[in-house]
């Protein structure tokens, strides 16, 4: 995903109208917490490893799989026998946490909940979003470890292994449903959680996305991989109804049009179903957004559709395009949180993940250069 063209023609869909309106063009200060997130929390731990270390569990230099047994010792090892640099990950916090860097000031403009173990890797964890400028505020038990994610980096490949592990374990009574926790809830005025968390809490989500619905606030969903969309059908579509954003990639987005029987391929149309499907809250119409990698960015409201080009990137520029669609999201809820039109949300996602793929990791420079 690549920055939008700076000459691109302004979107026909910014919130001009009051029908349609997300948004304000005036400024808006912020608030800390006024942007919340939950979901998947995990320590990334990457390092440069050898072939050795790849053969040894079995690994290839260039993919994407769950943890089994016989990876359990690996994490440990990395940390051990190699140079590892720790980043605060998992989908919903790399967004959280991207979206803080574009907003800068002021701090803790992101919370975050989620469930960690009590561990090293926890607190490293902790650390990592207090340096990141997020509050998180996670559900600490001790039955499994905090979740990970191995990096496994030879050359320009990254091996990426993931350990749930205390992710799954996330309890909406023992942590969400708490007084201090909800009135951390209730301060927000947008809402995201990845569709990986639907395999986890759904009545934490559905509990966050109708109180969204009842005082008219934001609450935005990923489809998140097309597993979600075909496993975990039932649980997406009991929340779907409070959604005001959806997003997606075209993968997602063909997983998802099949499921629903959209009969059809076509992502425009795809977003313009999606955006007509049953929604709780008609003070406001769903907005659907849809990345396809370097293609245009496709987005629906109100039965209209719109582009967004992106621009070119030379190949060799690209270093992981790993969290581009965390980057995507992070940087469209920076300018959604403040109430900007959505051409500029989307010029700002398409920047973020612009930044984001010329780096190993979902990491950023000290400070962003958009305007």
């Known amino acids: 995903m690549a920055s939008e063209e700076p000459k691109a023609k302004k979107a026909k869909l910014s919130q001009g109208e009051k029908t349609d309106s997300l948004a304000k063009s005036s400024p808006v200060k912020l608030s800390p917490n006024s942007l919340f997130g939950m979901g998947n929390p995990l320590l990334d731990i990457c390092a440069v490893v050898d072939k050795d270390f790849l053969d040894k569990y079995t690994l290839k230099p260039n993919d994407q799989i769950l943890a089994e047994d016989k990876h359990k010792a690996m994490f440990e090892e990395l940390v051990d026998k190699f140079k590892a640099e720790y980043h605060a990950g998992g989908a919903t916090q790399n967004s959280i946490k991207v979206a803080q860097w574009m907003i800068q000031e002021p701090h803790n403009v992101g919370t975050f909940f989620g469930c960690i173990g009590k561990d090293k890797f926890g607190d490293i964890l902790k650390k990592k979003a207090e340096e990141a400028h997020v509050d998180a505020h996670y559900y600490v038990q001790d039955v499994e470890p905090t979740g990970t994610c191995a990096a496994c980096i ?15 374990c996330y309890k909406k009574e023992k942590h969400l449903d708490l007084e201090e926790n909800w009135k951390l809830v ?24 109708k109180h969204a619905s009842e005082k008219n606030k934001l609450f935005c969903l990923n489809l998140s991989a097309p597993f979600i969309c075909q496993f975990f059908k039932d649980h997406l579509m009991q929340l779907l109804p409070y959604v005001d954003v959806l997003f997606g990639n075209e993968t997602e987005a063909t997983a998802f049009a099949k499921e629903q029987d959209f009969e059809t391929k076509d992502i425009k149309e795809i977003a313009k179903k999606a955006q007509a499907l049953p ?5 406001r119409q769903r907005i659907v957004v849809l990345t396809q990698g370097k293609e245009e960015t496709v987005m629906a409201l109100g039965g209209k559709i719109e582009t967004f ?28 949180v403040r109430d900007k039109p959505l051409d500029r949300c989307v010029r700002a996602a398409h920047y973020a993940a612009n930044v984001i793929i010329r780096r190993s990791g979902c990491t950023f420079p000290e400070k962003p250069d958009f305007v």
């Not at 959680?193 to 966050?208: D, N, P, Q, R, Y």
Request: aromatic share 8%; proline share 3%; charged share 20%.
């Open 279 to 283: 929604k709780v809250n008609t003070k």
């Open 154 to 168: 030879t050359g320009a490949n990254r091996s990426l292994v993931a350990n749930l592990a205390a992710a799954n």
């Open 186 to 209: 209730e301060s927000a005025k947008v809402y995201y959680i990845a569709g990986f968390f639907l395999t986890v809490s759904l009545e934490s989500m559905l509990k966050v996305a």
């Open 309 to 336: 080009p992106v621009l070119a990137i030379d190949p060799k520029d690209i270093v992981d395009t790993n969290g581009a669609g965390d980057a995507f999201v992070g940087g469209f809820l920076s300018e959604l």
